[in-house]
């Protein structure tokens, strides 16, 4: 079992910035992949970017260039850098994590307000 905590999260006007933090525990070898997702109101959950255990990592195209996601593997850690933030990425952020036997995992979220 993996648990996972996200923080940083708040309310920032339109081109700020602001960077979200995930602390995994519990059974963190087992981990292969971790990312992050967002869910906005009336929306389905989608993806943002992932970091692989090897160091690939995968963005949605409408956070490229602006977000970046980097992993801690000594403290089972991975942060989402966001800049040039737009009212269009608000939503909740949602941590998750993918185990070697493709079981998933998912912090509460953190939610992320850019005002216009």
């Known amino acids: 079992q993996v648990q996972l905590v996200e923080s940083g999260g708040g309310l920032v006007q339109a081109g700020g910035s602001l960077r979200l933090s995930c602390a995994a525990s519990?059974?963190?070898?087992?981990?292969?992949?971790m990312g992050w997702y967002r869910q906005a109101p009336g929306k389905q959950r989608e993806l943002v970017a992932t970091?692989?255990?090897?160091?690939?990592?995968t963005y949605a195209s409408s956070v490229k260039g602006r977000f970046t996601i980097s992993r801690d593997n000594a403290k089972n850690t991975v942060y989402l850098q966001m800049v040039s933030l737009k009212p269009e990425d608000t939503g909740i952020y949602y941590c998750n994590a993918r185990d070697f036997n493709a079981l998933l995992y998912w912090g509460q979220g953190t939610q992320v307000t850019v005002s216009s």
């Open positions: 519990g059974d963190t070898t087992c981990i292969s992949t």
């Open positions: 970091f692989t255990i090897g160091g690939t990592t």
